[in-house]
Nanobody
Framework: VQLQASGGGLVQAGGSLRLSCALS????????MGWFRQAPGKEREFVAS????????DYADSVKGRFTISRDSAKNTVHLQMISLKPEDTAVYYC???????????????WGQGTLVTVSS
């Protein structure tokens, strides 16, 4: 499985960005998808996830109401729409794939290369 993340960039506080993650190499419908981020000097943290079978989404408290995760099964792609961005959202964002039926951070088997989001104040 290969994950290719894209869409990062530099944006002013209050602005928006849309990240995308394309999955290749395996059937998309076998994986739940998640977004994580890692800021300089900090540990990687959960941002959002979406379960393939139910479409159930989950968000970190820090992004609820501002970020939206969605999937396009026809294109084997998951998106993260980010609005009202804050400087503290600055981080490298990673997408990850978790086999359907599993749960937890350790169950994310495949990771993308990361895309940098920088929010200026």
């Amino acid at each position: 499985v290969q994950l290719q993340a894209s869409g990062g960039g530099l944006v002013q506080a209050g602005g928006s960005l849309r990240l995308s993650c394309a999955l290749s190499g395996r059937t998309f419908n076998r994986y739940n998808m998640g977004w994580f981020r890692q800021a300089p000097g900090k540990e990687r943290e959960f941002v959002a996830s979406i379960k393939f079978t139910s479409g159930t989404t989950d968000y970190a408290d820090s992004v609820k109401g501002r970020f939206t995760i969605s999937r396009d099964s026809a294109k084997n792609t998951v998106h993260l729409q980010m609005i009202s961005l804050k400087p503290e959202d600055t981080a490298v964002y990673y997408c990850a794939a978790q086999p359907v039926g599993s749960s937890g951070f350790s169950a994310y088997e495949y990771w993308g290369q990361g895309t940098l989001v920088t929010v200026s104040s």
